[in-house]
C-alpha cells in the first residue's frame, strides 16, 4: 500500500502490528510508544520528512484513549498531577513544532541531543533501581500493592463480587503543591517543578511527535520518587493533549511550507493508532499484575536502548 504523504510503500497490517506490540509493554510505564514508533519509521519504513512527527502524534490521538480510561476506571489518576502536566506541556509543544519545521528539518543534531538526555534519564532511573535502601520494601505501597493483587488473583470468587483495588485518595492542592495518599503512604510534589518539567518534555515532544511520556514517566518515578502505578494515566493524558495540539498545529502551519511535507499522514497514522490502542488498552489492564520493578526496569532498558541508537547514529555518520 502506498502512502503518498509519507512517500513510502509498506503492507498495511504491519502498522498495527508493530503499534500493538510496542504499546502493550510501554503503556504500563506510562509511555505511549510513539518514542519507538517514530524510530520505526525513520529507520525501517524510510519515512524521513517533517510530516513523520504529526503522524506519530496522530499515533498518539488515537491509542492513548484506551489506555488513559482504563486507568480512570480503576481510580488511579491523579487529576491535579495531570493538569499540571496538560498546562506545562501545552504551550511547549507549539514551540517545538516551530523549531522542528523552522530550524530542525534534519533531525540528526537534535536526535544526539535527545539521545544524552534519555541516557541520563535511564541511567538515573537504573541507579535508582540499583540503589539499595535501608526502608524494608515489604513497607512500600508498591509492594502491598502488589501483594494485595496476588491475593485477589488467588481468590476469584472475591474479586467477582465487585471488590475493588485500592485508588489513590486524598488527593489535595495548595500552597504550590500536589498531595495524594496511595495504599497507606503519602506523596507530595512540588507543582512548579512538574509545571517545569512539563514544559521542556513539551518542546521535545513537539519537535519529534514523542508526546513525552518516554521522558516524564522515569522523571516521576525516579526524581519525584512517586509509585509508577498512579503516574502512568498522568503521563498519557499529558501525551493525548499535547498531541492534539501538535497535530492541529502542524495542520494548520503546513500550507506555509508548500515545498515540505509537514501535515501528517492520516491514514497511516490512523493504522498505527489502531494498533496501539489495542495494545494500550491491554496494557493498562495488565500493569497492575506486573511488578513495579519490573516496569521500571523495561523502561530503563527501553530509553538507555533508544538512547543508545540515537548517539551511535550521530557519531558513525
Known sequence: ??????????????????????????????????????????????????????????????????????????????????????????????????????????????????????????????????????????????????????????????????HRLPAVTGTKTGLGRISYDFYGEHFDVPIWGIFSLSFAVGIVGGIYGIGGGAIIAPFFVSFFRLPVYTVAGAALMGTFVTSVAGVGFYQAIAPLYPGMSVAPDWILGILFGIGGMAGMYLGARVQKYVPAKAIKWMLAAIIILTASKYITDFLLK
Open 1 to 162: 500500500m502506498y502512502f503518498p504523504t509519507a512517500d513510502i510503500t509498506v503492507s498495511p497490517w504491519i502498522p498495527p502490528l508493530v503499534a500493538f506490540v510496542i504499546s502493550f509493554f510501554t503503556s504500563m510505564g506510562g509511555v505511549s510508544g510513539a518514542f519507538l514508533i517514530l524510530p520505526f519509521q525513520l529507520s525501517f519504513l524510510g519515512f524521513t520528512n517533517p510530516s513523520v512527527s504529526s503522524t506519530n502524534q496522530l499515533y498518539n490521538i488515537v491509542a492513548i484513549p484506551s489506555g488513559v480510561y482504563r486507568y480512570i476506571r480503576e481510580g488511579r489518576m491523579v487529576w491535579p498531577l495531570t493538569w499540571i502536566v496538560v498546562i506545562g506541556t501545552l504551550p511547549g509543544v507549539l514551540i517545538g513544532a516551530v523549531v522542528r519545521v523552522k530550524y530542525l528539518p534534519d533531525p540528526r543534531n537534535f536526535k544526539f541531543f535527545a539521545g544524552l538526555v534519555l541516557l541520563y534519564i535511564g541511567i538515573r532511573l537504573v541507579r535508582d533501581l540499583l540503589r539499595k535502601s535501608g526502608v524494608d520494601d515489604k513497607n512500600s505501597s508498591e509492594k502491598r500493592f502488589q501483594e494485595l493483587v496476588r491475593k485477589y488473583l488467588q481468590d476469584h470468587n472475591r474479586a467477582n463480587k465487585g
